[in-house]
């Protein structure tokens, strides 16, 4: 069974102008009163977000749900700023409409959070830091059915490319490294030949708190493949839910510019950039500090 973290206290943060945690979805009222409740958050470029994106999640349901003594109360994509300045990254307007749209249409539990959006390059360890504040301290956490008051837990959903990228010297800071696994902890899905276990060993001091997540069915959709398809006239149906390709459409966000030169295929992470899926290291990310 799982090893339960301690939550931690963010101290609050500057919100953008007319920002609000969206928490229509946010259940305050937990199950199980013997569980913790978490929140899963997933952070990336959502580039656009994709099938295997909303999938993630439901992965890490299952295995919530029949591995650990965890009860999920709610679940939030957090796509990231415009000042990544990473190239093909559509504005982020655009990125969290697509977000906010596959989530209301394909799922009853997930929200966007559009803060990191809204604003400046925020690292990873500061996005969760934010949720934490605004839903345990905002909000005021969830409450047991007798009303008991519980703070939330606050956990990183990824995949296996960024305990990876977690893994090598001066890539993360250690502070950053603390609070993320220490404080908040992740869930990571594995890909099929990532040395997962071998990073795990390198940051053996957060071990407790690293949950590894087997792919019973393999899934290489990928935002960057999606782009492709879009820029060759291909088509996309089925690889993203229609009510973002009706949107992708209507606004021209990935023209069809003809064939692909090889620089448009499949490229390795760049910038610090660590894939939250597990078969994509070019479009939806965890960043380093």
């Known amino acids: ?51 295997h994106h909303l999938r993630m999640f439901e992965i890490a349901k299952d295995f919530i749900r029949q591995n650990t003594d965890f009860e999920i109360v709610g679940g939030y994509l957090s796509p990231v700023s415009d000042e990544y300045k990473k190239a093909g990254l559509v504005s982020a ?11 209301e249409q394909e799922s009853s539990w997930l929200m966007v959070d559009s803060w990191e959006a809204l604003q400046n390059y925020q690292r990873t360890a500061v996005v969760l830091d934010h949720l934490d504040y605004e ?26 490319d960024l305990i990876s990228t977690m893994s090598e010297p001066g890539v993360w800071s250690h502070d950053d490294l ?74 021209n966000l990935y023209p069809d510019d003809g064939p692909c030169t090889e620089k448009d295929k499949g490229k390795g992470t760049e910038s610090g950039e660590a894939d939250i899926s597990t078969s994509e290291s070019s479009n939806t990310c965890v960043k380093k500090p």
């Not at 609070?179 to 899905?189: M, N």
């Not at 019973?216 to 996309?236: A, E």
Request: aromatic share 6%.
């Open 1 to 51: 069974m799982a090893t339960q973290i301690s939550t931690h206290k963010a101290t609050a943060l500057t919100n953008p102008s007319n920002y609000a945690l969206t928490s229509h979805r946010l259940r305050r009222t937990l199950h199980d009163f013997t569980k913790q409740p978490i929140v899963l958050v997933a952070c990336g470029s959502f580039n656009p977000i994709t099938y």
């Open 93 to 103: 307007h655009h990125r969290v409409k697509m977000c906010m749209l596959a989530t």
């Open 135 to 160: 839903i345990n301290t905002v909000l005021g956490g969830v409450s047991t059915r007798d009303g008991e008051h519980r703070d939330v837990q606050v956990m990183l959903l990824a995949g296996s």
């Open 178 to 251: 603390d609070d993320i696994l220490g404080r908040h902890g992740t869930f990571v899905i594995e890909r099929t030949g990532a040395a997962l276990d071998q990073a795990i060993d390198s940051l053996a001091r957060w071990r407790n708190s690293i949950y590894p997540i087997a792919q019973l069915v393999q899934n290489d959709v990928s935002s960057t493949k999606v782009r492709l398809f879009f820029r060759r006239g291909l088509s996309v149906q089925y690889l993203l839910p229609a009510v973002v390709i009706d949107y992708i459409e209507q606004n």
